[in-house]
C-alpha cells in the first residue's frame, strides 16, 4: 500500500508525487481495490487528519522569522506546507474528501487536525487558532452530520486555555473528544503541571487521542531516515504513553481514554515485558527531576486493558491486528487509515478478507469507536 511516512523530505515529495498527484488532480484517491460496498458494518475511520490555511499560515511565519527555537516538529510543518496536492486535500472538508471516502468505501471520518497542530506557533497564538480549529470542524460536522465526527484541538502551552477550550468544544460544539500531537518542545503531558488538561477530558467524558510528531532532539533519526513513521514517529507515542502510565496519571483519572495509533506503536507486543520489568521506573525516587516516587496501583498491562486503545491507522496487517485483539481485548482495536498520508482501497478491501469473526469484525470497523469516542 502507499505512504507517505517515511519521515524524509525527498521520500515523502517523491512518493506523494507519484502516488497521488496525478490522480489528485481529477478528483480520485488512488486507485480501488476491490471494496465490499454490502458490509454488515459501516467502516469508521478515527485517525484522518485535516488542517486550515490560518495555522498553515502561522506556522510558516513563525518557521521563517528566525524566531522560533529550533522545533523538528514545525520544520514538518514547514515541509508539509511546500506540498500543495497534500494540502488540498487536508484542507477539504467536502467534496474531495468526500469523494475519497466514497472511492474508498469509507462511511465516516473521525477528524483529527494534523501534526504538530497549534502547540508549535508563536506562544499566544496556539489557543486561538484551536478555537478556530474547533469552530470549522463543528461545522463540517453539522454540515455532514452522517460522514464525519472530530477531535477538539487544544494548545497545552496555555493550560487554562486548553481546559476552558476542551470544555466548549465538547459541552457546546459536540466533539468527540480531544487531539494532542505529543510533545511540545520536549514537554509532555504527563507532567502534572498539565494535569487540569487531564481532569477536563475525564470530566467532559472524553477520549484524548496522542498523535505522533517529530521527535524531540531528533538529529539521530533523522540522520539516518528514520525521523517518521520508520522509528521517530513511533517512540514519540511509546515515550508519551508509558510517561503517562508511569506518573499514575491513570491512577488519577481512572475513567481517562486514551487512543493511540499505528497499532499501539508496538507497545501491545512487549506488555509481558513491561510487566516484568516494572520495576525499574515503578515506585523510584529521584525521577522526573527528582520528584518524590509514584507507585502504581496496577500492573502495567492492567491500563492498556482498561485505559487505553489502539487504532489500526497505516498497520492494515491481520496477523498483527488478530495479535492486538487478542492480548487486548477485541473491544480494544479501532480501525483508522490516516488518510491522506496513508490511504489505499486495496487496504480497506483486505480488512474484508480478514479471517476475524464477523462480531469481531463490526467491533473493530464501527461499534469500538462509536464507544470509545461516544458518537451518535
Not at 92 to 110: F, N, V
Not at 195 to 207: K, N, V
Not at 300 to 320: D, K, L, R
Not at 335 to 347: G, I, N, R, T
Request: charged letters at 25%; one cysteine or more; proline letters at 6%.
Amino acid at each position: 500500500m502507499g505512504t507517505m511516512e517515511d519521515g524524509s523530505e525527498k521520500g515523502l515529495k517523491g512518493h506523494f508525487k507519484e502516488d497521488f498527484s496525478q490522480r489528485t488532480r481529477i478528483g480520485l484517491a488512488p486507485r480501488a481495490g476491490h471494496v465490499n460496498r454490502d458490509t454488515p458494518y459501516k467502516r469508521i475511520a478515527t485517525e484522518e487528519a485535516w488542517t486550515f490555511p490560518a495555522l498553515v499560515k502561522a506556522q510558516v511565519d513563525y518557521l521563517n522569522s528566525g524566531e522560533a527555537p529550533h522545533d523538528d516538529s514545525l520544520k514538518m510543518a514547514g515541509m508539509f506546507a511546500n506540498m500543495p496536492s497534500l494540502q488540498d486535500m487536508l484542507q477539504d472538508l467536502g467534496d474531495l474528501r468526500l469523494a475519497h471516502m466514497d472511492e474508498m468505501g469509507i462511511d465516516r471520518q473521525l477528524l483529527l487536525l494534523t501534526a504538530p497542530g497549534v502547540q508549535v506557533v508563536r506562544p499566544g497564538e496556539g489557543t486561538p487558532l484551536a478555537r478556530e480549529a474547533n469552530d470549522i470542524a463543528a461545522d463540517a460536522c453539522a454540515r455532514h452530520p452522517d460522514r464525519f465526527s472530530a477531535l477538539a484541538a487544544f494548545d497545552p502551552r496555555d493550560v487554562a486555555g486548553s481546559v476552558r477550550e476542551i470544555e466548549r468544544a465538547i459541552g457546546t460544539l459536540g466533539l468527540n473528544g480531544a487531539v494532542l500531537n505529543s510533545h511540545w518542545q520536549g514537554h509532555y503531558i504527563d507532567e502534572q503541571d498539565y494535569w487540569p488538561i487531564l481532569e477536563a477530558i475525564e470530566a467532559m467524558d472524553g477520549a484524548l487521542y496522542i498523535h505522533p510528531t517529530a521527535p524531540f532532539n531528533g538529529q539521530h533519526y533523522e540522520t539516518r531516515g528514520f525521523f517518521g513513521a520508520l522509528g521517530g514517529f513511533p517512540h514519540d507515542v511509546w515515550l508519551h504513553t508509558m510517561g503517562l502510565i508511569f506518573s499514575g496519571a491513570f491512577d488519577r483519572f481512572p475513567k481517562l481514554r486514551l487512543v493511540i495509533g499505528h497499532l499501539g506503536e508496538c507497545l501491545p507486543l512487549h506488555l509481558y515485558r513491561f510487566d516484568w520489568m516494572q520495576g525499574n521506573a515503578d515506585n523510584r525516587a529521584g525521577l522526573r527531576g527528582g520528584q518524590p516516587p509514584v507507585k502504581l496501583k496496577h500492573p502495567v498491562s492492567y491500563y492498556f486493558q482498561n485505559n487505553i486503545w489502539i487504532t489500526t491507522s497505516g498497520c492494515g496487517w491481520e496477523p498483527a491486528i488478530k495479535f492486538c485483539m487478542e492480548v487486548l481485548g477485541p473491544d480494544r482495536v479501532l480501525y483508522a487509515m490516516d488518510y491522506p498520508y496513508q490511504q489505499s482501497s486495496d487496504e480497506v478491501a483486505s480488512y474484508d478478507r480478514m479471517a476475524i469473526s464477523p462480531a469481531h469484525k463490526k467491533l473493530l470497523m464501527e461499534d469500538n469507536a462509536r464507544k470509545v469516542f461516544r458518537l451518535k
